[in-house]
Each structure stands twice: as C-alpha cells, then as structure tokens.
C-alpha cells in the first residue's frame, strides 16, 4: 500500500479497477455535479495562517466524539453496499476503523449486516446510520438490533425524502449485483434494487420504501425509542440545526450527502459555520463530511468549529484497492499529513486549532 502517497493516488487506482456501475454510483454527484466539484474547490478557497516558533514536540492529533476517544479526527462516514467495492466490505471497513482507533458508520442499506460487523470488529466505535422506513416496525427494529449490538450512536440522516437524480446510475440503469444483498434485511427488503427498465433500481427502492412524509416530529420519536445518542446527519441550515438540537439530537453532521442529493447546495465548509455558531449556546457537537481529501482540509475544517470530520468515497477508494489494508493505508495518509500540518501551522494539538488559523482567500486579494 506504500505506492499511495495521497489520497488522490488511492482514487485514481480504484477508479481503475472498479467495474463501471459501482464506479459510477460511488463517485456520482447530483445532476451537474457543480456542488460535486465546489465541495473540493471550498476548501481551496481557505487559507492557513500558521504560527512560527512555537514548539511543537507534543504534536497529538487525538480527540473525542460523543464522550469516547479516537485517535485522529478523521472518521467513516456511511456509504452504502460496500462489498461492490471488496468481497469484504463493510468488515473490512469497520476492521480498518477499530485498528486506527477511530469511528466507522454503518448504512442501514449495506451489504453486511448490524451483528457481522459488531462481530467482525467489536472493539471499533460504531455508529449506525439510519433511514426511516415506511414501516415504523422495521426501523424500530434496526435501532434495537445496533443497540443490542453494542453501536455508540443513530446517525439519522436527515437529507433523504427520495435520493438524488444520479444521471449514470439512471443510464447504467444501476442495480445492485444478484450475488450481493442488503444484509440488514430479509426477504424482499434485501433484494428489492432492482431497476424497473427506466432508470436507477436504487431510486426505485428509496421511492417506494422509505417514508417521504417524515418531520421533526419522527426525530422526537426516534428519541423516545433509543438511549442512543442521535446525530442529525446532513444539516446545511443554522436553523435546521436548532431544530435538530431541539428535537433531542446530541450532535449536527454537517453535510449535503456527498453533493449526491441537491445540486447548488453550499459546500459543506461553506455551511459550517453559521451551524457552529447557531448551537454555540447548546451542549452539542458539530462533524462535518464532504469532499475532505487532504490533511489540510480536516485542519481547515477544524478551524471553523468541526469537533472532527468524516470521509464517505476515500474509504470506498481504499476498499477497493486493497480491503482493510487499503482503509488503513487512506487514514494513515490522512494521519501524516495532519501531522505535518499541525506542527508546522504552529498548532500542536487539537484544542491549539482557533477561528484565526484559517481564513477566506477573499480577505488576501482586496
Ligand atoms: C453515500 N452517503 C450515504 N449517506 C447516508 O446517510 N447513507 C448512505 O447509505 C449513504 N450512501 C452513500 C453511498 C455513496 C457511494 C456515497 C459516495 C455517499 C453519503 C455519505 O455518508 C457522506 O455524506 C459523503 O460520502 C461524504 O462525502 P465524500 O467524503 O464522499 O466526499
């Protein structure tokens, strides 16, 4: 895995080696693809401000989220049927989370199930990232299976009454291979991403299975059906955010889904702080996700109020290269370099990381 220098090497090998409708249902974005390439070009936009002299002999990337503590603030977020890109998937995955000691996200529609993964990777924190069906039972099921099963967190994603228009899955007319199934259900729940002949199967599923007609009231429900901590995952508005925070979510994923839902919504470095400012009065955690592939754009990320950010796609890059080993190696490009920049932007540990660390391009080129 040594032969990968950045994150940007991982993508182009999978890119390479992946058959072409999982290829194209991972990288897609929404429509154009403009927020696709804006959530890049945002953190481009930012400078950092480092400072000299400082001493940085005790460089220590660790932090927390949600009360336990992860060895960089680098985490997985959910990403959908993973063994397209590994026969081991989700585990591999996971495994590569619990031994970089940080935090892996399932998704309700993977391709192994709650109890494999806690199986395969039992000491990895673990978050469950969940859709609402239709049918309340199944969902309040999904919940009790990940809490008995020793996840930390619900990772309610927020963004979804139907799923993007991703113009090569419509064309590929995307379907999920017959030998694969959505491993957290049974019967026609785990094999119904079939396309109807006019476009994505994946559209289709999400259409007709999960509920569209979902409020803020569904997230006081999931409260009173979990202990688990709920994390609001894909808020771009500040005061979406104070509905979130209001409704019992513990903590604001900031994020637009990997630009795959709505095409010209903010980047999501964009949309970050008027979150963090609109909860500063509340106890809770901001993350954000979305388009992070550098060591440089978590620190920017971290500047402006993330407590740590997620990647969905790098993860998926590294699986594909090489399973667990390939996760691994995409963290560990994501660990040296934040190493490098936190001593030399002068900001030795997480907490050294203030607002005045970074700041828009605009304010250089009056
Ligand atoms: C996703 N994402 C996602 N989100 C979610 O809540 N449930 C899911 O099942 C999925 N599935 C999924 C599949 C693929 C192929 C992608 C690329 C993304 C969104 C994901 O959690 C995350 O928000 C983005 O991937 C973050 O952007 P980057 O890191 O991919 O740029």
Redesign the pocket.
Known sequence: MDKYVSIKDIEEAALQILPKPARD??KSGATDEQTLVE?KLAFQRLRIRPKCLIGVGNCDLRTSALGLEVSLPVGI????MQRMAHPDGELANARAAQAERTIFTL???ATSSIEEVAEAAPDAIKWF?L?IYNDREVTKNLVSRAEKAGFKAI?L?VD?PLFGIRRADVRNKFTLPPHLRLANFEGILSTKIQSTGSGSGLNTYVENLFDKTLTWDEVKWLRSITTLPIIA?GILRADDAIKAVEAGCSAILV?N??A?QLDGVPATIEALPEIVEAVRPYNVEVYL????STGTDVYKALALGARMV?????A?WGLSVGGQAGVQRMLNIFRTELEYTFQIAGTPTVADITKDMVRHESMYCK
């Open positions: 249902y991972y959530n977020s959910p990403t959908a998704s309700t529609i990232q859709y990772a994603t979804t995952k994020s889904h990997g795959r996700d979305g388009g992070v997620f990647v969905g796609r790098p998926l």
